[in-house]
C-alpha cells in the first residue's frame, strides 16, 4: 500500500506531567506515515482522490490547540484516533517527539502504529 508521508510537522501544544508544563507552550514534532492508495489521484491528478497533507496538518495543529495532555502518550492516541476517523485512514504509523524534554537527549518520544495494515495482495506486483 502506498503511503503519505508527513515528516518534522512542528506543533505547538501545553503538555506535561509537570505543574510548570501547564503553564507553557512546548513543541513537539511529529512524523506520520498514512497508508493509502495514490492510483486513482494520480491517473486523474485530482487532490480530492487523495490525503490531503496540508488539511492534515491543519487539524494536527487544531487538535494540538483544542487538548491538553499531560503525556504523550495520550497525545500520540488520542490524535491517530481523530485523524483515522476524520480522514479514514486505514492505517498509520505516529512519531511523537518532545525536544529538549531531557537534558541530556535531543528529542524524547514514542512511536505508535493503529488500524489494519494493508495487504500486500492489494499491491501491484
Ligand atoms: N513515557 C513518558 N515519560 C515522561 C513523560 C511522558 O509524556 N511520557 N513526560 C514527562 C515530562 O512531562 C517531561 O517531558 C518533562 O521534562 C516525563 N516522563
Redesign the pocket.
Given at each position: 500500500m502506498d503511503r503519505i508521508l508527513i515528516e518534522a510537522l512542528d506543533v505547538d501544544t501545553i503538555?506535561?506531567?509537570?505543574g510548570w508544563?501547564r503553564t507553557i507552550t512546548q513543541a513537539l514534532q511529529l512524523d506520520l506515515e498514512l497508508a493509502t492508495d495514490i492510483r486513482s489521484a494520480a491517473a486523474t491528478d485530482d487532490l480530492r482522490l487523495t490525503l490531503d497533507y496540508a488539511a492534515i496538518c491543519q487539524r494536527i495543529q487544531a487538535f494540538a490547540d483544542a487538548h491538553q495532555f499531560?503525556?504523550?502518550?495520550t497525545f500520540a492516541e488520542r490524535l491517530a484516533e481523530c485523524l483515522r476517523n476524520e480522514f479514514s485512514i486505514a492505517w498509520l504509523r505516529l512519531t511523537v517527539r518532545?525536544p529538549g524534554?531531557?537534558a541530556r537527549a535531543k528529542s524524547?518520544g514514542?512511536m505508535i502504529t493503529r488500524g489494519v495494515r494493508p495487504s500486500r495482495e492489494q499491491e501491484p506486483s
Open positions: 503538555i506535561g506531567v509537570y508544563e499531560a503525556l504523550v502518550e518532545k524534554a531531557v524524547v514514542i
